[in-house]
């Protein structure tokens, strides 16, 4: 296998030569796998390979964490000062700017996912992440709470030491920062896994942790499939807190894992199956363009997608009318042409789990509104699908698809949806539409989610926790409360005379 590949790019949305490396990233240096095992990376457009990265197993997990835990001990942690930590940290972020056309060509090359979005959205979210968090390195901090006068208390905030993360194939690079950047921000160093279909913005990466000055064995990057590489991070004994984003099913392994090794605790961003509700009295233009947003972004690959539409009786009939239109008129190719918006599934595998879902959808009596099939015969591309004559025990009602498959329902009260809305295994996000506020408010309360918008749909902000309820996961990331995840509180007792 060689050690770097070469892409030179020639589009209508960015031209230029990128080079990066396949090995593994351990103690600052990239290397080749101890076993010397490979993954082929698949591009999603044509469905032929892209080039081979290294493949880590647990031996090569073990020796990042060891370097992780060694670098802890001697370069990072409570040896570094928050100040420090935050200038190198927005160092990498300007390092992360000055070369983000190159990580959204790479994503929308691994990924599928349109260069612009690549760009304006996943690249661009990933280095304001990375900032956030820079600033607050240096305002970590505890309290001094008041017992007596005959006591000083107080508690320190320390990191935990070295982290395992494990991140999706969807937003790669956003994935990436939202997990790094607190966990580097708080003291502690990390051994992380991108997903084998979509490495090659984190290896672009780890060419740039060096470059800003990161001590050797505070960021480590082991590719790797999840039943070896990800669960030896899940089961190491040196790793003491593990962060996993992606499938609800994974996440119970991830926990379970945690748990038998040495009851290691877990950040789990979980799937989702979120309702969006739209009242006769919403601003039905703004609904629309919402409820599309909701659920084509990212070509429907996204946790928080508003795949279940619910539409009150009164304007069913017209949502549907300018819901199908829009999605229609979504421009579905590759994603390097500019007026493209929905690129392919991102891989094989994906691609025939959203068509079964499809099928499922048919056969157990829903109607295809719109879409369904496959566009061409090259890559993993699916038409935008709009299911109606949707009932509640369907499957393509109560699991996640994760495409661009929407279920379009019709209620009639209030109390009714919101009944149905809750009644899932998942909790992530909902959206409620509605000019009456006290019924947003009132809506909003009843929902059973993590995360939940009013009049606006799938629009996360970086200073706002991001997590959900239920099956939907467990802790948050996101904002100051992503922070509590990546610190041990001690507290402090000092006797300033007490006498036995």
Known sequence: MPSTYTKTFDTPTYKGTITI????????????????GSIEVINPTTGKVITSIAASTKHDVDIAAQAAQKAYRTSWGLKVPGTERARLLFKLADLMEKHIEEFAALDALANGKAFKAAYGIDNQGAIAIMKYYAGWADKIHGKVIETNDQKLCYTRHEPIGVVGQIIPWNLPMTALAAKVAPALATGNTVVLKPSELTPLSALLFSTLVKEAGIPPGVINIVNGYGATAGRAIAEHS??????????????????????KSNLKPVTLELGGKSPNVIFDDADLEQAVKWAIHGIYFNHGQNCCAGSRIFVQEGIYDEFLRQFTEQARAIKVGDPFEEDTSQGPQVSETQFKRIMGYIESGKSEGATVHLGGTRIGNEGYFIQPTIFTECRPHMKIVQEEIFGPVACVMKFKTEEEVIEEANSTTYGLAASVFTKDIDKGFRVAHALEAGIMWINCANLPEIQMPFGGFKQSGIGRELGEYALEHYTNVKAVHVNLGVKL
């Open 21 to 36: 490396p396949l090995g593994l990233y351990i103690n600052g240096e990239h290397v080749e796998p101890v076993e010397g």
């Open 238 to 259: 040196i790793i003491g807190k593990v962060s996993f984003t992606g499938s609800t099913l994974i996440g119970r392994e991830i926990m379970e894992a945690a748990a």
